[in-house]
């Protein structure tokens, strides 16, 4: 596994406490052993993967005509790439995928699945939902097409389309791994946070005993359950799945990091900059290397903040396309970059008319000083009945923004009932204007 650096002027990720690419240490509640072994396990799987990259690259560069050949080098490439985050590794997905199908569509749906699932991976969520949609009309009775169909729905917003495609699904289709977790997805959406928590947690039991996942598949699906339990102030059980996920797989940079936000919401700055510094080291992601300088900030050491904000800046600069939303939200958040944010929320809200978009435009509006025109994509972002805390934090500061002092009472209380530690700063916000909005109200 490679590390990411970004320049010699800001800090380089790598030079972690303690050394290496995973702490022991950092993890304590797990036995020494076994993250020695599991970490040499994913490092032997990454290994045979290359190894097999190498030989269907081989054949397929000597037989010319094989479709099937390249449809296993395209899933290769997807699964490499799930593993290292080399996102050239999805490109070369998309196009050994292309490259199959042009050979022959018949009896190649395995190539279309692959294709659809790095056009997401890209967020390319157009042509992912035209290959989703062919999918479906040449195997309708394949619950996993209908699936996708439904999830490349539900990034472009489309959830009358999302709400036919998960409502055609059949009873089992919950104990597919490759169906459940896009299930869960469209539950948290409609606010059904009780069925998401629960498809997530028998799909991470079931993933548990596959023997035949790889590791990064395995340690995905508790990561997702931890995400869930974490929007929902559930800290225990998102800790518990984080710890299980990096069990399974202790160098995936994204249960790193998500062990850093849980650190933070605990106000335990700390940890948040160890696991930060951890998950930064194996791939330098920008809204991980914006919590790490909210952690230095927190601890009172204005000048490392400063080099992660510096680094931030780099990493996201070097990034392809729109910003991404976690990203822009963090820029928004500390006042960075606000014109550009907002103008490329409202471009993509032209082809991606989602929640989170509409959430993003609303915020990055307030953010701008303009809370009435905020107000609509604000409704549209809620319009679903999603139960998230920061869409109602979010909510209820553009509400007070705007002159309606009653709904933004109900939104920020609602916020901290759902999740009275959604983010590490948010809900102190929160609290203080809720005790602002109550002492003008008597």
Do not use: C
Request: charged fraction near 25%; hydrophobic fraction near 50%.
């Amino acid at each position: 596994m490679q590390f990411r650096t970004v320049s010699s002027i800001v800090l380089v990720a790598a030079a972690v406490v303690g050394g290496g690419w995973w702490n022991v240490r950092r993890l304590a509640a797990m036995d020494r052993m076994a993250i020695t072994e599991a970490a040499a396990a994913t490092t032997v799987e990454l290994e045979v993967r290359t190894a097999d990259i190498g030989f269907f690259e081989a054949r397929a560069a000597r037989d010319p005509e094989s479709a099937t050949d390249r449809t296993r080098l395209a899933a290769l490439y997807m699964q490499r790439a799930r593993e290292t985050s080399d996102d050239q590794d999805y490109v070369r997905a998309e196009q050994t995928a292309r490259a199959s199908l042009a050979l022959r569509t018949q009896r190649n749906d395995a190539a279309s699945v692959v294709l659809a699932s790095a056009l997401l991976a890209q967020h390319r969520f157009i042509e992912a939902r035209d290959v989703a949609r062919s999918l479906v009309v040449q195997s309708p009775e394949v619950d996993a097409y209908r699936a996708l169909l439904g999830e490349t729905s539900l990034e472009l917003g489309d959830y009358a389309a999302a709400r036919a495609a998960f409502g055609s699904l059949g009873g089992v289709a919950r104990r597919s791994l490759s169906i459940a977790p896009r299930l869960a997805r469209w539950a948290e959406i409609r606010g059904d946070t009780t069925a998401a928590r629960e498809i997530m947690r028998d799909a991470a039991e079931a993933a548990d005993e596959r023997r035949d996942l790889p590791r990064e598949q395995a340690a995905w699906f508790h990561l997702r359950l931890a995400d869930l339990y974490l929007r929902q102030g559930r800290e225990r059980g998102a800790e518990r799945e984080l710890r299980d996920g990096l069990a399974i797989n202790p160098a995936d940079h994204r249960l790193l990091a998500a062990m850093a936000r849980l650190a933070a919401v605990r106000q335990d700055w700390r940890e948040a900059i160890r696991y930060g510094d951890s998950a930064i080291a194996i791939t330098l992601d920008p809204a991980t290397l914006g919590l790490v300088s909210d952690a230095h900030a927190a601890l009172g050491d204005t000048a490392k903040a400063a080099e992660y904000v510096a680094a931030m800046e780099v990493a996201v600069g070097q990034e392809p396309g729109a910003y991404h939303r976690a990203w822009s939200l963090f820029l928004l958040d500390h006042g960075r970059r606000v014109p550009e944010v907002l103008a490329a929320a409202q471009a993509e809200l032209a082809g991606r008319r989602d929640i989170h978009g509409y959430d993003l435009v609303a915020w990055a509006l307030y953010k701008s000083g303009r809370a009435a025109e905020a107000r609509e994509p604000m409704r549209l972002a809620m319009a679903q009945g999603t139960q998230d805390a920061m869409l109602h934090y979010h909510a209820g500061m553009i509400a007070l923004a705007s002159g309606d002092p009653v709904a933004a009472r109900d939104h920020l209380e609602r916020a901290l009932a759902i999740a009275p530690a959604f983010d590490h700063a948010a809900p102190a916000i929160a609290r203080a204007t809720l005790d602002s909005l109550r002492r003008t109200s008597n």
